[in-house]
């Protein structure tokens, strides 16, 4: 099954102007790529906020856990709304 990411919001890693919307794909050996065209999930998963704040993401989820707290690598500011789900 491959995971189809969809998101909008303020994001300056993926939106020239920083507001915009994503599209990405996650295929099952992990390996990503973003789209320029508009995919539908077959099966909708969760509904999410994320909140990127320097290496720090608050993530708000419609799936257990409903909330989390990542570290990451880089930097980076975003606040993105988002819903992903699964195509087969």
Not at 21 to 48: F, M, Q, W
Not at 66 to 72: A, E, G, L, P
């Amino acid at each position: 099954m491959n995971k189809i990411f969809i998101e909008i919001g303020f994001d300056l890693d993926n939106n020239r102007f920083g507001f915009g919307r994503s599209v990405e794909i996650e295929h099952a050996d992990g390996t990503e790529k973003r789209l320029k065209i508009s995919v539908k999930p077959d099966k909708l998963v969760s509904r999410y906020v994320r909140i990127w704040l320097g290496k720090t993401v608050l993530i708000f989820d419609s799936q257990s856990p409903h909330f989390s707290v990542r570290k990451k690598t880089r930097r980076n500011f975003k606040f993105v709304i988002g819903k992903w789900g699964e195509k087969g």
